[in-house]
């Protein structure tokens, strides 16, 4: 049997602080903005649903990492709770906070689980929205401040750093059009969200050049845009809709620049970056991390602010309860084109996985989840392809261990191979769990 996957190649699940820990406010934690907005009947889309218990990880911890262990997982991705460790963002540390952390770090090394950390997956503390959030540009001094808390207290043990998760979803989804916290619909904001998270990226890596001494990189999500058709409007808007996407925060990091489509897109809302910003953002990163989940078929659209372009849905393709279509050659692309595009960086994937309805645990605690199974058998073999391509992919985090909150969607959208009864905190291996530990323990042979 042949595989494509390198020998080291870093089989992993990835979850988020706030979608699984629970009990955000215990021993010390200060509130987060997700606190707040799921919290919020008028901002959050499943309401009453919140991150008050999850998936009990925070006292579950041990079980869970032993779960991880009987699965193979070479890796795991988690993010820490900034507010867990800094309960006021900046200033006073928590030890109590800082301490899960070092704790599920040294029960990772203790089950032979390499640890990639992410420092933050959206749970900015309230204690800095209060002072205006990513609007205010001092964010990149905040960040920088948290990231070298960590980066002292857990570099050596945590080789593998993530600054931000997904900075286009932080600026779409929290100050564009509000459905993630902190709930913003204010085009005027985006741009300048952008720009602070990606000078707080910039603060960050250069705090961890002072005190780190292994990888750091950016996690960003990336949808191949494929023109629907060859008319000139149509290969605009998909060169916006790339730009708007899956270039707004590469472009900075890596080649210090943004791309000029934005303007367009922003209009008169557009805001530039200095020479001083666009330095700032640019630092040299040790890999990129791409989540993927989908692509977009894309078309002109005047009417769909701002972007002026809409995707096309697909009538013969499967698409996920989140009604994403599911398109594994995409991730070939995607990371071909980073590869091509931004220099031949070292990549994980960080992200990639899919929810769908899951049958009721049967009886016998089994539950079969094919299309899940399917999605990732293609998905990984399409990272496959990338790597015979000449994509320098070293590793794959599985979106998601466990079943979780799905942000504002709650807990109906379940990504997890493991499944999570909500009632009874009782995980069960889904099939797509079996099926991932053949792939770990054949390094993907099994595929072929
Ligand atoms: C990730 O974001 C998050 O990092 C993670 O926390 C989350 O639980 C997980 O994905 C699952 O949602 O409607 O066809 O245009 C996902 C980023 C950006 C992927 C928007 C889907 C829209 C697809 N998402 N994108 S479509």
Redesign the pocket.
């Given at each position: 049997m042949t595989t494509s996957f390198p020998d080291d190649f870093l089989w992993g699940c990835?979850?988020?602080a706030y979608?699984i820990e629970g009990s955000p406010l215990a021993d010390g934690a200060g509130a987060s903005i997700w606190q707040r907005f799921s919290h919020d009947p008028r901002l959050m889309a499943a309401k009453g649903e919140t991150g008050d218990i999850a998936c009990d990880h925070y006292h579950r911890m041990a079980d869970d990492v032993a779960m991880m262990k009987e699965m193979g997982l070479k890796a795991y991705r988690f993010s820490a709770a900034w507010g867990r460790v800094l309960p006021d963002g900046i200033g006073r540390v928590n030890e109590a906070g800082l301490g899960f952390y070092e704790r599920l770090v040294d029960t990772l090394l203790a089950n032979g689980i390499e640890p990639l950390c992410t420092l933050y997956?959206?749970d900015l503390p309230a204690a800095l929205d209060d002072k205006g959030g990513w609007l205010n540009r001092d964010s990149a001094e905040w960040f920088a401040e948290y990231g070298r808390t960590m980066f002292e207290r857990l570099d050596g043990r945590v080789k593998k750093w993530v600054t931000l998760?997904?900075p286009?979803?932080i600026t779409?989804?929290g100050y564009l059009h509000g459905a993630l916290a902190p709930g913003h619909k204010n085009v005027f904001e985006a741009p300048i969200a952008s720009r602070n998270l990606m000078r707080a990226h910039g603060a960050a890596v250069k705090a961890y050049r002072e005190v780190g001494k292994h990888e750091i990189g950016l996690?960003v999500?990336l949808?191949p845009k494929y023109a629907a058709s060859e008319s000139p409007d149509d290969k605009a808007a998909t060169a916006r809709a790339t730009a708007y996407?899956n270039r707004q925060y590469l472009d900075p990091a890596i080649h210090g620049k943004c791309p000029a489509e934005l303007a367009e897109v922003f209009g008169e809302a557009w805001v530039d970056w200095s020479a001083e910003d666009l330095a700032l953002a640019k630092q040299k990163i040790d890999f990129v991390g791409v989540?993927y989940?989908?692509?977009?078929v894309t078309r002109a659209d005047p009417t769909n602010w701002p972007l002026a372009a809409n995707?096309v849905r697909q009538p013969l393709a499967t698409y996920t309860t989140?009604?994403?279509?599911v398109f594994p050659r995409g991730l070939t692309d995607v990371l071909l084109w980073v590869k091509d595009n931004y220099g031949d960086p070292a990549i994980y994937i960080?992200?990639n996985?899919a929810?769908f309805f899951d049958p009721p645990v049967a009886e016998q605690g089994r539950i079969e989840d094919p299309l899940r199974v399917s999605y990732l058998r293609h998905h990984i073999a399409a990272v496959g392809k990338a790597i015979e391509q000449g994509a320098d992919v070293r590793g794959y985090m599985l979106?998601?261990l466990l079943d979780?909150?799905?942000?504002s969607?709650g807990y109906s959208?379940r990504?997890g191979i493991v499944h999570v009864n909500f009632g009874t905190q009782e995980r069960t291996l889904k099939d797509s769990a079996k099926f991932y530990r053949e792939v770990i323990a054949t390094n993907g042979a099994c595929l072929s």
């Open positions: 990835a979850t988020a979608q997956h959206w998760n997904e286009w979803v779409d989804g996690v999500n949808e996407m989540n989940y989908t692509r977009n995707m989140t009604d994403w279509e960080t992200e996985g929810a979106w998601s979780n909150l799905e942000w969607l959208k990504f």
